[in-house]
């Protein structure tokens, strides 16, 4: 039984391992699939900034829009960085959760497992004392 109770718990540390793995797979494809979103966002955004700056650079002073030109990509940069960030924290804290979600249920099947091993060495027990007193 304590074998069985072993190898059942392996099982469930297998399993958990295995459902983490997937929904990191699946929180990096996902965030990566934003990323590429909000990149050919910023790509198209950014070339109808440049063109423009373009049909502007004839009047603009070229200084001008040097300073234009790099305004805007630290912009983006910052934009960039800040949805990757906010990205970053919401697949943590998805983590965090499903990971106290799925500790919370293999506590419960732990408990679950332990409380039947405890009824069956319960009743192996009275069946023992049984036999024992027919003896």
Known sequence: HEREHDREISELIIKHE????????????EQQHLLDELRQQMA???????????????TLHSLELEALRLSLNNMHTSQLELTQSNLTKEKETALVELREMLNDKRAQEVAILQSRH????EKMKEQFLKEKEDL
């Open 18 to 29: 295995e459902e983490m793995e997937k929904l990191r797979a699946e929180l990096n494809k």
């Open 44 to 58: 198209a955004t950014h070339k109808a900034e440049v063109e423009q700056a373009q049909l502007q650079s004839q």
């Open 118 to 121: 405890q009824l069956e060495w």
